[in-house]
């Protein structure tokens, strides 16, 4: 069974533009999750959807959106991007159900200049 | 807010030698997973504790949820270069799919 995919692996953007990262979870689980990691603050959450809805959300700002298809595929939109916003954003799959293992794709290295 | 501190933050042994990370919250997680990360490479889920003195052993790995389940440890034992990466604990609250994790502890295991 593949893995979580994630794409592009790497992106260079500058400050005010927006950048769209895709995430294909594995085959069969309807839940993704969204993470930013940074050197300083570690791992944090951003949100989460679940058939095609946004079941959770972290604390950031509205800069940060997503969305889920009905293949349970799912994109992160970062607008008027900040230098801050220079991270791993990785996502992870799950069926969607309390307590059960999430499985994290390789991540998206975003470098904002 | 649930916060999940880790220590130590980095961590640098010989071969052979033992260690023990450390997770520790004051709140309450309904469960705890330890996960391991590489350079370039999401996390890895190593094992998962949902039950309070659970302990659990993988291989060299020997992972233990705190009585109150606000706390766990992972030890390796006989460590080998190949344990070398980020060891990552995430807590869950309740019935929420959403993860805390905490810093994380770089560990370099020296040949």
């Known amino acids: 069974k593949a893995g979580v995919t994630q794409t592009p692996r790497y992106l260079i953007k500058t400050r005010g533009q927006q950048v769209t990262l895709s995430c294909s979870p594995i085959?069969?689980?309807?839940?993704v999750s969204w993470y930013q990691q940074t050197p300083g603050q570690g791992l944090q959450f951003l949100f989460e959807y679940f058939s095609e809805t946004q079941r959770n959300k972290g604390n950031f700002p509205g800069r940060f959106s997503g969305r889920q298809f009905s293949n349970s595929r799912s994109e992160m939109n970062v607008s008027t991007l900040e230098l801050g916003d220079s991270a791993l954003y990785l996502c992870?799959?799950?069926?969607?159900?309390?307590?059960?293992?999430?499985?994290f794709g390789p991540g998206t290295r975003l470098l904002v200049l | 807010t649930q916060l999940l501190e880790q220590s130590p933050q980095f961590l640098s042994i010989q071969e052979g030698e033992n260690l023990t990370v450390y997770c520790n919250s004051s709140?309450?997680?309904?469960?705890l997973q330890w996960y391991r990360q590489e350079p370039g490479e999401g996390p890895v889920l190593l094992v998962t504790v949902v039950t309070g003195g659970e302990v659990k052993k993988l291989k060299r790995l020997t992972f233990q949820f705190g009585d109150a389940r606000k706390d766990s440890s992972l030890h390796i034992t006989a460590a080998q270069p190949g344990d070398t990466g980020l060891y990552l604990c995430a807590g869950a609250a309740g019935s929420a799919r959403q993860l805390t994790f905490g810093s994380g502890t770089q560990l370099t295991v020296l040949p």
């Open positions: 992870a799959s799950s069926l969607g159900r309390p307590r059960e293992t999430q499985y």
């Open positions: 085959s069969g689980h309807r839940s």
């Open positions: 709140s309450v997680f309904s469960s």
